[in-house]
Structure formats: C-alpha cells, structure tokens
C-alpha cells in the first residue's frame, strides 16, 4: 500500500483583486493552478524569477493569505475546507522561514521572549519550562544564552535569521515552508545558514518547500525542483536529472545563470524582454513571449506539464 504524501497541492490558484492601475480591471493571476507533492522529510525547491508567484504559493497554501481555488491536502485532509479552531491546531505541525529576519520579528521583544512566543500561543508547558525550551532552541541553531536577553537589532541579519528558525521549529513542525530564508544575507553566512537547515532536516525530518531564485542554493539543499513561470509551473524533476538534462527552455536560461568560475564553460542563454503582467499574461504558453524555440502553436494553445521520463514532467510542445 502506497504511503500518501504529507503535503499534496491540486490546481491552487491565487487571484488578487485588480488595482486601481490594473488593465481593465483583471484580476492579478499571482498563482494559476499548480500542482505539487512533498514526502516527509523531502525538500521540493521552488524557484523562478521575481513575480513568478513563489512566495504566494507558499503562503497560500499555509492559508497565510487565502487562495482563490484549488485544494492543500496535508497528510490527506484539506486545509482549505478546516474550520478556524482546527487550522490552528495543524499550524504546530506546519512553520515558515521568511525572507526578511528583522521584519519577522518585535523589536521591542527580547530573544528569549521572540523564541517563547509558539509556546505560549499554544500554551505548552508553564513559563520556566517554556524559558528552557527557548535556551535549548538558541543554542540548537548555534545561538548562546546570553542571546535571551538581547534586541533584534543588537544581531547581525545572520544571527536574526537563526532566530527564526528557532522559532520555527519550536513546535517540532513536520513541514516549513522556507520563503528565501537565505537571499538577504551575505555569500558567505548563506552557507552556514543552508549547512545549519540541512542538519535540523536530518535530525528532525523536516519536510522543506524552499522557494528560492538561487539556482546554487536549490541544487545544494533540494530533492527535487519545481519552476515556475508567471503563476504556473513549467517543469519538476528530481535534482539530478533536472540540473543535468533539464528540457524547458526557461529553466535553461535559469540553470546558465549560476555563475561559474571558468567564463567559458558554459553556453550563457539570456532571456530577452520583460516578464510579462500577471493581470493580463499572453494567450497560450506564458512563455512563448520570450522563448527563443516558440512556434505559432505556443501563441495559440497552452501546454500541460507532461512526463518524459520517471517523476520529470515539462510544460513545453516542442520538447516532449
């Protein structure tokens, strides 16, 4: 009997009203219908170009914000079908790491008291065991207990961000969605940062959706990547396969921009134009706009994500 997978996302779709500046009024497709899977304890990375709707899939499918339509079945109940009372029971079980560590905190509050917090809204154990947890958590990611007592900003953006890891996984989560948990700090910070989730993930196992535009960092910590293109996805494969002999023309151009010491090893492809308004995205393939292979047929119909090989599926007519 197959085991069902912990997290499994049909057809979510997230629209956001127009604004005043919109064209004619439409509705900003930020998600388009997307579907994905994540096991326990894998990590799915998530990337494209900034507005290519990453970080609201992830949030939507926290119901962080709401989506417009589709389903989340975690561990095979739907989160969008849940009552109030019963989401917040299932929200110990499923954290976020966001991009930005000192907009994620009170800088009014101590360390110690930041660390607390899940604890207290979930009120588990009384408040010097919950003092405790908050030192062992500190020290887990790589903090000391002088930490307790400090600010937000007495911290470098590194030492901030292990703080919301710490908080993150205060509740032994199952599932954490990491929204470019690394992109704000320096190269080499990023690396500790990356070394010290892949240790939580080992020890603890975490299942990741890592949403990145870092194309390095995803081939470093993910099992598998999905890539998305103006809400929708266009190609997911497992790692290996996906950075060896990936098929959608977008993905090529994402994978030959990781730099790379020896200028001439690689075949640069440089995607030309802009991306295109999510209120009113191009009739047909969204990328077709852009694509160096498009034909007629790309204008005209939209192409489903198809499988060439095992567990390798892309979005593209000319490459199936």
């Known amino acids: 009997m197959n085991t069902p997978p912990l997290l499994e996302v049909r057809d979510l779709i997230k629209h956001f009203p127009p604004s005043n500046h919109a064209a004619k009024d439409r509705p900003v497709r930020a998600v388009d219908g997307i579907s994905f899977t994540l096991g326990e304890g894998e990590t799915l990375g998530l990337v494209g170009e900034s507005g290519s709707g990453k970080s609201t899939a992830g949030r939507a499918l926290l119901r962080l914000i709401e989506p417009t339509a589709g389903e989340v079945l975690y561990r095979g109940e739907n ?9 917040r029971m299932l929200r110990k079980e499923m954290q976020i790491i966001f991009q930005d560590p000192f907009a994620a905190v009170n800088p009014r509050r101590r360390l110690g008291n930041i660390v607390e917090e899940p604890f207290e809204i979930h009120g588990v ?5 919950r003092r405790d947890k ?13 930490h307790m007592e400090r600010y937000p900003h007495e911290l470098s953006g590194g030492q901030l961000q292990r703080v919301g890891i710490a908080r993150a996984i205060a509740l032994n989560p199952r599932l954490i969605v990491a929204d470019e948990p690394v992109s704000s700090l320096d190269v080499s910070i990023q690396a ?39 809400g929708k996805i266009v190609e ?38 802009e991306v295109p308004s999510a209120a009113a995205p191009p009739a047909g393939c969204a990328f077709h706009t852009r694509c160096p292979i498009r034909e007629k047929r790309c204008q005209e119909e939209t192409p489903a994500l198809r499988q060439s090989t095992p567990g390798h599926f892309t979005a593209c007519f000319l490459r199936e």
């Open 79 to 87: 989160l969008l079908n849940v009552p109030r009372e019963r989401m």
């Open 125 to 129: 154990g009384r408040r010097e065991e």
């Open 134 to 146: 908050a030192r062992k958590l500190l020290k887990k990611v790589g903090l000391s207990e002088d």
């Open 192 to 230: 500790q940062v990356i070394n010290l989730l892949s240790g939580l993930r080992r020890s603890l196992g975490i299942a990741f959706l890592f949403i990145s535009h870092d194309m390095a960092v995803v081939e470093h910590f993910c099992d598998r990547v999905a890539v998305m293109y103006l």
């Open 236 to 273: 997911i494969a497992p790692r290996e396969r996906l950075y060896a002999a990936c098929r959608h023309p977008y993905t090529e151009a994402l994978l030959s921009s990781i730099p790379t010491l020896d200028a001439g090893s690689k075949n640069h492809k440089v995607i030309q134009g």
